[in-house]
DNA sequence: CAAATGACTGTGC
DNA sequence: GGCACAGCCATTT
């Protein structure tokens, strides 16, 4: 697994209850600025595996991006079982949820953290 | 090794 | 605000 996927690992799991974080944003985070189409697949093949919090991510309008309905609704009702408001249309407002981690609190040994540890660094 | 695949994003109209 | 378009890039075929 490479450096940056493992990254977008941890990051993801770093989200808290109650916040949530856009792909792009996650992406620039794990160090690749334009990579939100690879935190789309690894939510796609790693989220059962690593058992993500996959719900609290969004794109960068504040929107489920999920498509197809079921995944959308268990989504949506995820989110709002946080305390998270979801509008009719899937929409919530990222100004109030947007989880945004200091740089200099998850850059380091990046290569060196294995994704089950990041539970004990926070 | 070339081509396809995305639960994306920024820009411009 | 919506819509089309063109980048995006790790991974898989």
């Known amino acids: 697994m490479q450096p940056f996927t493992k990254r977008v690992i941890e990051i993801i799991k770093s989200i808290p209850a109650g916040a949530v974080m856009s792909y ?3 992406a ?9 189409r690879q ?3 690894i939510l796609h093949t790693q989220s059962s595996i690593h058992q993500l919090p996959w719900h609290r991510v969004v794109n960068a309008q504040g929107e489920i991006a999920i498509q197809s309905e079921e995944g959308n609704m268990e989504q949506r009702s995820r989110l709002e079982e946080e305390g998270i408001e979801v509008s009719v249309q899937g929409k919530l407002d ?4 947007r989880f945004n981690p200091a740089p200099a609190d998850i850059m380091g040994a990046w290569d060196n953290i294995d994704p089950d540890d990041v539970d004990q660094m926070l």
Do not use: D, M, P, T
Not at 28 to 36: D, H, M, V
Not at 94 to 97: E, I
């Open 24 to 26: 792009g944003q996650i």
């Open 94 to 97: 990222l100004a109030k949820y």
């Open 28 to 36: 620039e985070l794990a160090g690749s600025r334009r990579g939100a």
């Open 39 to 41: 935190v789309v697949r």
